[in-house]
Nanobody, 127 residues
Framework: QVQLVESGGGLVQTGGSLRLSCLAS????????MGWFRQAPGKEREFVAS????????YYLDAVKGRFTISRDNAQNTVYLQMNSLKPEDTAVYYC????????????????????WGQGTQVTVSS
């Protein structure tokens, strides 16, 4: 079992930056692949970024490549999502997710691949 708590959301103007954090508790954090997802009103939840157990492999939604960076600190049980050059279309509730895995370098993009989810944090980008 792992519990996930996101923080760092808020209201920002177009072009601004935010850094989301997700603190994990429970089983050893380093045994989990971590992902960030988002859900805008009236839309399905979509993959944003994921990072392998070691941090050596990352994967991004095309729409956020070059603007968002996922990272993790296994000593602090935390995964981050640095979001730069924010756009109104980035407005959504952002969720942290975790999946236990044996592989050190795998990442996952599918919502169904993750078994643990946080409660979400709202990100609003004004135009």
């Amino acid at each position: 079992q792992v519990q996930l708590v996101e923080s760092g959301g808020g209201l920002v103007q177009t072009g601004g930056s935010l850094r989301l954090s997700c603190l994990a508790s429970g089983r050893t954090f380093s045994t989990y692949v971590m992902g960030w997802f988002r859900q805008a009103p009236g839309k399905e939840r979509e993959f944003v970024a994921s990072i392998s157990r070691s941090g050596g492999s990352t994967y991004y939604l095309d729409a956020v490549k070059g603007r968002f960076t996922i990272s993790r600190d296994n000593a602090q049980n935390t995964v981050y999502l640095q979001m730069n050059s924010l756009k109104p279309e980035d407005t959504a509730v952002y969720y942290c997710a975790a999946r236990f895995t044996v592989s050190i370098d795998l990442t996952y993009r599918q919502t169904s691949a993750y078994g643990y989810w946080g409660q979400g944090t709202q990100v609003t980008v004004s135009s």
